[in-house]
Structure formats: C-alpha cells, structure tokens
C-alpha cells in the first residue's frame, strides 16, 4: 500500500544544490557533469545532465558559450534552472524566460567570479534578514501572508541568475515549512472527500496529474502574457 502523505514528504526533503557546492571558478565538462551527479536531486528515471543537454542549452541561448572549455557559476546557475524547469516547461519557453528576466554578465571577465563571492555573502545577509518575517508567518500559519509577501507587483526587473535563485531557495524553502505543516489537515481532508483514496491508483494519479497540469499551465499563462503598456 502506498502512502500519499509519505511520498509528499519524501519530495519535500530532497535536497536542493545549495549556492555554495557551486565552485566560484572554472569548471571543465567533465567537473561539471560530475558536480550535478553528485549534488543535483533527480527525480526517479529522470535522465541526468550530459554534455550533449549542455551544448543544446548554449546552441539555444539558453546559457552562454562556455569560455575556453570552461564553465563558471553563471554557467553553473543556468544549466541548474533549466535542468529544474524543463521538468514542467519546453526549451523554448525557458529560453523566452530568460531574455526576459536574467540580466547577462560577462561570462568572459575572470574578475566576475572574484566579484560573484563578494556579493554571495551579501546576498546571504539580505536573505536571512527578509527570511525573518517570513519565518513568523510560519509559526502563526498565514499562509495568506506569505502570498501577500511574494507577490509584490514589480516592473519585471532583470536580476543576475544568483539573486534570482538565492530567492528562490529562501521562497521555496518558507513554502515548504507552509506544505509540513498543513499536510496531515490536507491529506486528511482529501480522504474525507473521497477525493483522494489511497488505494486506488489511476484515480489518486488522475487527481495529482491534474494539479499539477493546473500549475504548469498557470506558469505558461506567466510566460504567454505580456507587460501592459
């Protein structure tokens, strides 16, 4: 008998490749493929990253050209989003994404990646400080607070890969918390609903399917729109 409640949870803990297992200097392919063999949380069957995956990303201006056969944390950061995104969305659409939202450095200057150190502590500074309210909401379980606190309307400002998943670490991580906490209430309720059953497949399946669909096309309808003039 499978477990509903277990498997969520199960999903919840893997672990994501934290910002600082990323090396800030040159990778070789071969480091590189071996770094996300190591540290990459692969769903079960997924196909691992190979150099083929790699060199399309550069083809499609997914990523940048790799410098002398080389790849730094930009590089890194990039291939770690599409390897993520790609689960739910097509190459084409990650590659709209980001012209759109990531705001290309010079993957060419060895100064970059001195300066990407730097502003990694900043950067982990900033987050802990904006983690705290956040954190409080947790505790108190507003999850209505936690959508006020992530949807602040913006101009769709481009951001430098690291900031872009620093944030979305902190996020993920906060949402998570908001998951554990409400997943015995949720499963709890699906059961009572006959919603979910627990022990029938095709229709447990169908159900989560079904969300999940809902979720990546509301991701879709993201990249389809367009800023209002």
């Known amino acids: 008998m499978y477990d509903i409640k277990e498997i969520i949870q199960e999903l919840i803990e893997k672990k994501d490749m934290k910002e600082d297992e ?4 040159y990778l070789y392919m071969d480091q590189l493929l071996s770094l996300f ?7 079960y069957g997924e196909q691992k990253l190979t150099k083929t995956m790699i060199n ?20 890194i950061l990039m291939i770690l989003v599409t390897c993520m995104l790609k689960r739910e ?3 084409s659409e990650i590659k709209e994404l980001v012209d759109e939202s990531v705001e290309k450095v010079d993957n060419l ?28 909401n947790i505790k108190e379980n507003k999850f209505s607070n936690y959508i006020e606190e992530t949807s602040e309307k913006s101009d769709n400002v481009k951001l430098e890969i690291d900031e872009i998943y620093s944030k979305f670490i902190s996020k993920k991580e906060v949402l998570e918390k908001i998951v554990v906490n ?3 209430l949720v499963i709890e309720n699906l059961e009572e609903d006959n919603i979910v059953s627990n022990n029938n497949k095709l229709l447990d399946v169908m159900i989560l399917c079904y969300c999940s669909n809902i979720l990546s096309e ?9 800023e209002d003039k």
């Open 56 to 75: 399309n990303y550069a083809k499609g201006g997914i990523i940048q050209p790799a410098y002398k056969k080389k790849y730094n944390k930009e590089h």
């Open 22 to 25: 990323i090396p800030s200097i």
């Open 89 to 91: 969305i097509s190459l």
């Open 37 to 43: 063999d190591e540290n990459f949380p692969y769903n």
């Open 109 to 136: 200057d060895e100064k970059s990646i001195k300066k990407s150190k730097k502003s990694d502590k900043l950067a982990n500074k900033n987050r802990e400080g904006k983690n705290k309210k956040l954190e409080k």
């Open 218 to 226: 509301a991701a879709r309808a993201i990249i389809r729109s367009k």
């Open 182 to 184: 409400n997943l015995d």
